[in-house]
């Protein structure tokens, strides 16, 4: 990825437009990098800012002094904050499986050459990115029809399938030599042996990638909490934050018992939405780094192959 | 006719031979039937008079009276407009920053740099529209908003960004980007380096300066990127970013003239107003002008450039 231009022409003497337009790219993406920083640093700073802080001088880059207000707040009763982190993992985890499964078997399927309706199937797929029915049937289909209101499984299924995620499968694998599909024929294996033994091996680069993607979906996806879930055990972390953040009722019922006597004034409700906001968030934030490379590599994929 | 008997005949041969393979298409196959082409059969209900107690097929006709309400309603032409105009922005705005944020990326030397700074870049891609609601509140909040603060500490006056729909346009364009330019940017970036190093390489023995280069090696070589992406874009210009635009205003009545498109103007009718036959209509009349505008746009680019089409 990294071609270092400068380096290859050591002999040459950097001339003075050169020069000017190296200020000006590490300016700019310094800029850049700044902005899509300082929101993050915001968020943070303001979770860890008192409330009265907050009321007397707004959210700042610093605050006058660290508080653990909101933190406390949110962790003295977590059971709701970690059930909504559980359902959220489950489903990212069972989703991703699920889906780089199919989606790998169809992907194969579509460009084996043997494969006779490979055309017909491919259109089938292609079709649905074209044209769809719209929000109201699909929504009727799932409420009225096939009664997945307040069901674990409809936050699996309204993900599972991303055609463009077939297509991209569909293409990467083409690039596993068919050489090696054949001997395994011929050396009598079955389909799906060579499928999973042969094939899926290779095709690791695009798993990670696809799969990567798949799961970033997964995690934040809160459309369908709102459309389909009532059942507030069920809300994933996207949603489940999503209720905290509008809805100061909601915010109190989820960090504090009923019973409990809490005056509205020394209720921390802005610095404690920052605060699940980091909580929701955070974890996710500090895997990044580690798969970074697999994103973009993901996009490259996909570029590459249009 | 003859392509239904050729369809039958491979099917037939792919049961008999490949049935393997038709397994192994079969869960997507069956996902799809089921979750898009059947609500593509829902569609009547656009055409009707929908009531829950008699259900899809049950409900009388109403011709075409929910299109008519929408269209009379003046809503049509607003959302529709707006859907429009922001995607047309956002196409624009990204896309210039996204070239240009490649070009410079390309220039930078130090490793390390160009790792932090392209990863910092990509993250505002990795949180979700939720996250994105939260920090724009934390942002642009009339009593502690930061940019608020700023503007007080400054002697102007505060922005009432959530009661005035006068700064949306900007908010959304500058958000937007803001998310996607990181993505973008990693696929010009793609590009860069797949152009050959010897062009460079002869055009700097040919005295040509920086800007040369740029102007008449690089964004050329980025031309076949930038057609794909166009029409990808193109086709999507009638569907709203739903996700964006529902998580940065909600229901907030006062904004809707500049923040309302199609998409959160059919999830509204939905969800609150439980107007299932004039949402579908919206929704139909959406997907129509998607179809349509994708299907010109492809036929144009198989014109002027046939190496870019889509199919």
């Known amino acids: ?306 | 006719m003859k392509a239904l008997r050729r369809f039958g005949r491979n099917l037939a041969f792919d049961f008999k031979h490949n049935k393997a393979l038709l397994v192994m298409i079969l869960p997507i196959a069956v996902y799809l039937i089921i979750f898009h082409y059947l609500p593509m059969c829902g569609i009547v209900i656009a055409f009707k008079q929908y009531n829950f107690a008699q259900g899809i097929f049950g409900s009388p006709w109403c011709g075409w009276n929910n299109f008519r309400f929408f269209f009379m309603s003046g809503k049509a032409w607003q959302v529709t407009r707006n859907t429009l105009l922001y995607n047309a922005a956002f196409i624009v705005v990204q896309n210039v920053l996204e070239i240009a944020a490649a070009i410079f990326l390309s220039e930078i030397a130090g490793r390390r740099f160009k790792k932090f700074t392209q990863g910092a870049m990509f993250l505002p891609n990795f949180i979700s529209w939720v996250v994105v609601g939260a920090i724009a509140y934390n942002l642009l909040s009339y009593d502690f908003g930061f940019v608020n603060n700023v503007l007080t500490s400054l002697g102007q006056e505060k922005w009432s960004v959530y009661t005035d729909p006068q700064y949306w346009p900007g908010i959304f364009i500058f958000l937007s980007a803001w998310k996607h330019v990181g993505y973008g940017s990693i696929v010009y970036l793609a590009a860069i380096m797949g152009i050959s190093q010897d062009i460079y390489e002869s055009a700097a023995l040919d005295g040509a300066n920086e800007w040369q280069k740029i102007r008449y090696i690089t964004l050329p070589g980025l031309q076949s990127t930038f057609i794909i992406l166009l029409i990808l874009a193109i086709g999507n210009i009638f569907r709203g970013n739903f996700d964006m635009f529902y998580q940065l205003v909600g229901n907030n009545g006062l904004l809707y003239n500049a923040t309302d498109v199609i998409d959160t103007y059919v999830f509204r009718s939905l969800l609150s107003s439980y107007e299932f036959g004039m949402s579908s209509a919206i929704g139909l009349y959406q997907s129509v002008l998607c179809l349509v505008t994708l299907v010109a746009t492809n036929l144009l680019i198989r014109r002027i450039s046939p190496e870019n089409a889509l199919y």
């Not at chain 1, 490979?118 to 797929?125: E, L, N």
């Not at chain 1, 995690?219 to 069920?234: A, H, P, S, V, Y």
């Open chain 1, 1 to 306: 990825m990294t071609v270092q231009r400068v380096k290859l022409r050591p002999g040459i003497r950097k001339t003075r437009d050169r020069k000017t337009f190296e200020v000006l790219s590490y300016t700019f993406i310094v800029l850049i990098t700044i902005l899509c920083l300082l929101p993050f640093w915001l968020v943070v700073i303001g979770s860890f800012t008192s409330e009265a802080e907050i009321y007397q001088r707004g959210y700042s880059l610093w605050p006058q002094e660290f508080s653990l207000e909101a933190y406390n707040t949110a962790f003295k009763y977590p059971d709701k904050v970690l059930r909504a982190y559980g359902i959220t993992v489950s489903i990212t985890v069972l989703g991703t499986f699920l889906s780089l499964l199919f989606t790998s078997m169809c992907g194969y399927a579509l460009q084996r050459e043997d494969f006779r309706s490979r055309g017909f199937f491919t259109m089938f797929v292609f079709f649905t990115m074209l044209f769809g029915g719209g929000l109201v049937p699909w929504y009727l289909l799932i409420t009225n029809y096939l009664k997945l209101k307040d069901t674990y499984w409809i936050m699996i299924l309204t993900q599972l399938v991303n055609v463009y995620f077939v297509i991209l499968m569909k293409n990467f694998m083409r690039t596993v030599p068919k050489a090696l599909v054949e001997a395994a024929k011929i050396d009598g294996a079955g389909e799906f042996y060579t499928f999973f033994r042969i094939v899926l091996p290779l095709a690791k680069p695009a798993l990670a990638s696809i799969g990567m993607f798949t799961a970033l979906n997964y995690w934040n996806e809160w459309r369908t909490g709102m459309l389909f879930l009532q059942d507030d055990t069920l809300f994933p972390l996207q949603y489940y934050l999503y209720r905290l953040l509008n809805s100061v009722e909601f915010l109190k019922s989820s960090t504090v018992p009923m019973t409990s006597e809490i005056s509205s004034l020394s209720f921390p409700s802005e610095s404690l939405k920052l605060a699940m906001t980091v909580i929701a968030t955070g974890p996710i934030i500090l895997l990044y780094p580690f798969l970074q490379k697999y994103f973009v590599k993901g996009i490259t994929i996909g570029a590459v192959k249009g």
